[in-house]
């Protein structure tokens, strides 16, 4: 069992920086694959970025290659997101997700159907 709780959204303007936390207990969290997902209003839920359990592997999707990047620190249990250059499209709750299918793997999947553990959700604002 895994329980995530994002944290560190808000509102901000574009070209600003905002770092999301998820903060992971309950099982062995350095063993998995982490991601952050976002889900915009009437759109569906992506992956926006992944790591694998040692941050050996690292995805981004197009849209925040070049300003978002995830990091991981095992012995914090945490994930971070750190986002930078916000624009107005980055609106979206803001998802933390483990996949805890296998220990140790170094591939990333990329649909939501196999992360297996979800935070709540932090909102992530970016006005014009």
């Known amino acids: 069992q895994v329980q995530l709780v994002e944290s560190g959204g808000g509102l901000v303007q574009a070209g600003a920086s905002l770092r999301l936390s998820c903060a992971a207990s309950g099982s062995t969290f350095s063993d998995y694959v982490m991601g952050w997902f976002r889900q915009a209003p009437g759109k569906g839920r992506g992956l926006v970025a992944a790591?694998?359990?040692?941050?050996?592997?690292?995805y981004y999707a197009d849209s925040v290659k070049g300003r978002f990047t995830i990091t991981r620190d095992n012995a914090k249990n945490t994930v971070y997101l750190q986002m930078n250059v916000l624009k107005p499209e980055d609106t979206a709750v803001y998802y933390c997700a483990a996949d805890t299918s296998y220990r140790r793997r170094s591939f990333i999947p990329l649909s939501g159907a196999t992360y297996n553990y979800w935070g709540q959700g932090t909102q992530v604002t970016v006005s014009s």
């Open positions: 790591i694998t359990w040692n941050g050996g592997n690292t």
